[in-house]
């Protein structure tokens, strides 16, 4: 039996900037955090010829192409693995919630299926992977953000180059540094779940419109790696870079935001925000609020208390959490 563990992702900056569309002739820049939120894939054989997939819902079938899980079904079809199978899929947070999860699921299961089979590992090579199974083999429309983002742990910028490949830069913060951000940030679910599918499809069909958009969110991508590569981090400054990026990226497509999603952003910065973002492609899922930690009561109450988390870092990426074979 392997066990894997993989973050979900927090998008801070260059949301956009990370469709090869785009970042083949501008070059892209993404600014994220892998945060202590799983997805988990366990992986065990079976002794008869059955495939048995456990998600929200049970699948059991003869042979992985009869699978109706589109992920699952590609990974286990591009190493061959056709039957006799065990699989269970448990996510800490509820898919369409702006946290990566599609990214965290592909990751995983990829990863679940190379240790498996006994493959090195190499995070480069699983993200890229990742990449491919949800963009090329199964055509979603899809930046390339959240593979890099769950698979490598903690801070990083991600550059996503000409040349398509993608360079990633740790952004290692001292402890006082990472304490600060995660006491001063917390995320507060909107109450709705969204499919990003439609929203991406709009966001790349308007890409050539919002040339001039992408560019600043690019630049504002690398404003907010610089701040958070200060001495000593200035949230409010990164608060208002955040703040920047959430008023640009929503106007890259209309189904990205509306006036119940602004109210709750305009509620939240009234009661204390320095700024803040939607997550994810938009129409749903978590805000990330950079406030005061002696403030965050408040704009919880204002909001109607609803359900949120706090912000911290992963510092493992997509790892192996339990090997049978390596266990006493």
């Given at each position: 039996m392997i ?8 998008s ?7 469709f090869?569309?785009?970042?083949q002739d501008?070059g ?6 892998a945060?202590r939120?799983?997805?988990?894939m366990c ?17 059991f079938v003869?042979?992985?192409?009869e699978?109706?899980h589109e992920i699952a079904?590609?990974v ?6 056709s ?8 996510g ?5 919630s702006?946290?990566?999860s599609s990214g965290a ?11 498996f089979l006994?493959l090195?590992?190499?995070?480069a090579?699983?993200?890229r ?8 083999t199964l055509g979603k429309p ?8 769950v698979?490598?742990p ?5 550059e996503f180059?000409?040349d398509?490949?993608a360079?990633?830069e740790?952004?290692v ?17 909107t109450g709705r779940?969204?499919?990003?599918a439609p929203?991406?499809?709009?966001q ?10 992408l560019?600043l ?8 790696k610089k701040?958070l ?6 949230l409010?400054l990164l608060?208002e870079?955040?703040?920047e ?5 929503r106007?890259l497509a ?6 119940s ?10 009661a204390g925000?320095w700024?803040?973002?939607l997550?994810?492609?938009g129409g749903g899922?978590?805000?990330?609020f ?5 403030n ?5 109450s204002?909001?109607?208390n609803?359900?949120w988390?706090?912000?911290t ?11 049978a074979?390596q266990?006493g």
């Amino acid at each position: 039996m392997i066990i894997t563990r993989t973050p979900y992702r927090v998008s801070l900056a260059g949301g956009g900037t990370d469709f090869p569309s785009y970042f083949q002739d501008h070059g892209g820049l993404v600014v994220s955090i892998a945060i202590r939120k799983y997805f988990y894939m366990c992986l065990t054989s079976r002794l008869d010829d059955n495939l048995r997939l456990a998600y929200f819902k049970t699948e059991f079938v003869r042979h992985a192409g009869e699978l109706k899980h589109e992920i699952a079904r590609a990974v286990f079809e591009s190493y061959g693995l056709s039957s006799g199978l065990e699989m269970s899929m448990v996510g800490e947070v509820p898919a369409g919630s702006g946290l990566g999860s599609s990214g965290a699921v592909a990751a995983g299961t990829l990863r679940a299926v190379r240790a498996f089979l006994k493959l090195e590992h190499d995070f480069a090579a699983l993200a890229r992977e990742a990449v491919e199974i949800e963009t090329e083999t199964l055509g979603k429309p899809s930046g390339w953000q959240d593979q890099y983002g769950v698979v490598y742990p903690g801070l990083k910028a991600v550059e996503f180059r000409t040349d398509k490949k993608a360079h990633v830069e740790p952004l290692v913060l001292s402890r006082e540094n990472q304490m600060l951000l995660e006491e001063n940030a917390v995320l507060v679910f909107t109450g709705r779940r969204r499919a990003s599918a439609p929203v991406l499809a709009q966001q790349a069909a308007n890409q050539r419109a919002n040339l001039s958009c992408l560019r600043l969110l690019r630049g504002i991508a690398l404003e907010v790696k610089k701040a958070l590569c200060a001495e000593r981090i200035d949230l409010r400054l990164l608060g208002e870079l955040l703040d920047e990026s959430w008023r640009a990226k929503r106007t890259l497509a209309d189904s990205i935001t509306d006036s119940s999603i602004d109210r709750m952003y305009e509620v939240g910065r009234r009661a204390g925000a320095w700024g803040g973002k939607l997550l994810g492609a938009g129409g749903g899922g978590f805000y990330l609020f950079l406030v005061a930690k002696e403030n965050q009561p408040k704009l919880l109450s204002s909001l109607g208390n609803p359900p949120w988390m706090p912000l911290t870092f992963d510092l493992n990426g997509c790892s192996i959490a339990y090997d049978a074979r390596q266990a006493g």
